[in-house]
T-cell receptor
Framework: NAGVTQTPKFRILKIGQSMTLQCTQD?????MYWYRQDPGMGLKLIYY???????DKGEVPNGYNVSRSTTEDFPLRLELAAPSQTSVYFC????????????FGPGTRLTVT | QKEVEQNSGPLSVPEGAIASLNCTYS??????FFWYRQYSGKSPELIMS????GDKEDGRFTAQLNKASQYVSLLIRDSQPSDSATYLC??????????????FGKGTLLTVNP
């Protein structure tokens, strides 16, 4: 099993550009999550999904969108990138939401200039 | 806003000592508690979970939970330089429709000196 994979590993965007961060898991987990982590800070939940076709906002959803058309994939879309979106983005998945371990992908380091 | 508080550190201990990491949480009905370790530039990985009051031991790691005091801690015995990392406390509130999610603290940076 590859676990949770994310692409790209690094990306530099110009202000106003858009991009999609890809996340795929091969563990057949229903629950998937997107977090951002700023230096010296913990993880902030952006969006989460409890199954294909079902998504909901987390703590910091503004400027982002998600979709979940399959169990495996949970892409995160950034529209009109802003410097405040410079961060490290982690995707995670779990078998059961909340009470169960979350498995994290390797992260995407995004810089917006 | 449900909060999870940790001392940011850095916490510095000599090799072989006991490292004690602490975490408090604001939501009294929280049910599930986790400690994640994150090496610099890497993703978090789970090292301990605890759901009931008391102690839970796994090798050199012991998690302690006191729901009355809203306090969870992690003890690392015989600390090794390889334990140097940021330790994130995470809490699942399990209430108000938020039972699918975790709230993370900012993390405590631990340095173990040889």
């Amino acid at each position: 099993n590859a676990g949770v994979t994310q692409t790209p590993k690094f990306r530099i965007l110009k202000i106003g550009q858009s991009m999609t961060l890809q996340c795929t898991q091969d563990m057949n987990h229903n629950y998937m999550y997107w977090y951002r982590q700023d230096p010296g800070m913990g993880l902030k939940l952006i969006y989460y999904s409890v199954g294909a076709g079902i998504t909901d906002k987390g703590e910091v959803p503004n400027g982002y969108n998600v979709s979940r058309s399959t169990t495996e994939d949970f892409p995160l879309r950034l529209e009109l990138a802003a410097p405040s979106q410079t961060s490290v983005y982690f995707c995670a998945s779990s078998i059961v939401g909340g009470r169960d371990e979350q498995y994290f992908g390797p992260g995407t380091r995004l810089t917006v200039t | 806003q449900k909060e999870v508080e940790q001392n940011s550190g850095p916490l510095s201990v000599p090799e072989g000592a006991i490292a004690s990491l602490n975490c408090t949480y604001s939501d009294r009905v929280s049910q599930s508690f986790f400690w994640y370790r994150q090496y610099s530039g890497k993703s978090p990985e789970l090292i301990m979970s605890i759901y009931s009051n008391g102690d839970k031991e796994d090798g050199r790691f012991t998690a302690q939970l006191n729901k009355a005091s809203q306090y969870v801690s992690l003890l690392i015995r015989d600390s090794q330089p390889s334990d140097s990392a940021t330790y994130l406390c995470a809490v699942n509130p399990n209430s108000g429709g938020s039972n699918y999610k975790l709230t993370f603290g900012k993390g405590t940076l631990l340095t173990v000196n040889p």
